[in-house]
């Protein structure tokens, strides 16, 4: 197990260095530049070379891509064009938001989405399953931005449940600890604050789980019914099991795999950052930064967040990889 783990993660060198090569490539390939951001659309030419040479991005590219890598090496991402404040305290200050919206979205398409799906499974063929089917469709085929605008204009504006916006309401007066709203709350005993914003992530948290929640109840429907043909269920349920053991030890146990696995996929793709939930709810992670930083053409952020986010990505799929273990004994982690 040990040296499956230390093999994956030495994997991720060379995968960083091609990812770092080609976006790299790609970000100066693009029109335009951070200048044409920071400076106003009357600035002279000399004016702009001047804030190139500024920010070093007058030097060949082979000098500014050996200067990033040794920054990289030294955990240095640099310094956002924009904000002028190191790409790793930016990261740090906005990642928490999006992993809070990230975890909630997923508990809640899990505890929907795996229950839905296993009983439209159990009544295949009847309403209850086209029912279930229809509505995954539909969860994958509205956009995320439209609707959260839904959300907002029915549970926010009209009936006033839920705040439209934010992470916490202004007036709250919170003390930060993590900068994970709803846990700094908890760790200070700060109820009505860990509340909050626990109350603000309701409506975003249900605009980005759609797409997973659809997502998860098709896997799961077509897992279990796969499961339900084997052999071996049968002989269970011949032998005069319990509904419940059949169902926990034979069905759903062996029906997780291709489950689990989008869900892996899903969780590391909602933390590369939600950015139109995010920008729908104005909520301040990750993803509403990135729409900002390639429209500045924030080089440091988009190389310094783009890789972080990576690293996320194949550390979640590798503890994917590990639960298979638990969840099917059959399967050993060499």
Not at 241 to 265: F, K, Y
């Amino acid at each position: 197990m040990l040296r499956y783990i230390v093999r994956r993660l030495l994997q991720l060198v060379p995968t960083l260095f091609g990812l770092s090569i080609l976006l790299f490539a790609w970000l100066h390939s693009l029109p335009g530049g951070p200048e044409a951001a920071m400076l106003d659309v009357r600035a002279t030419d000399a004016k702009r070379a001047e804030v190139r040479a500024a920010l070093g991005l007058d030097e060949p590219l082979i000098v500014q891509y050996g200067r990033f890598m040794k920054r990289l090496v030294r955990f240095d991402l640099g310094d956002s064009f924009t904000t002028g404040t190191p790409v790793m305290e930016e990261f740090g200050r906005r990642f928490p938001a999006t992993v809070e919206l990230t975890v909630v979205a997923m508990i809640i398409a899990i505890c929907a989405g795996i229950p839905l799906g296993y009983l439209a499974a159990r009544r295949h063929g009847r309403i209850f399953d086209g029912l279930t089917v229809t509505g995954s469709l539909l969860g994958i085929c509205i956009p995320i931005f439209f609707l959260g605008f839904i959300l907002k204009a029915i549970f926010a504006v009209k009936l006033g449940w839920f705040p439209s916006l934010g992470r916490q309401d202004v007036d709250v007066n919170a003390t930060r600890v993590t900068e994970f709203y709803v846990l700094d709350g908890i760790l200070t005993q700060e109820w009505d604050a860990s509340l909050n914003a626990l109350w603000h992530l309701i409506l975003p948290a249900i605009a980005l789980a759609s797409i997973p929640f659809a997502i998860i109840v098709r896997m799961t429907r077509a897992s279990v019914l796969e499961v339900l043909g084997e052999d071996y269920v049968r002989t269970a349920e011949a032998k005069g099991l319990r509904e419940n053991t059949v169902r926990g030890r034979h069905v759903l146990r062996n029906a997780m795999l291709p489950v689990v696995t989008s869900i892996g996929l899903l969780t590391g793709g909602l933390l590369s950052g939600a950015v139109l939930t995010e920008t729908v709810f104005v909520f301040g992670g990750i993803g509403s930064f990135l729409a900002t930083a390639i429209s500045n053409r924030d080089y440091p952020v988009l190389m310094g967040f783009i890789m972080i986010i990576a690293v996320i990505y194949v550390l979640i799929n590798l503890a994917v990889d590990l639960s298979y273990s638990v969840l099917d004994p059959r399967v050993r982690v060499r």
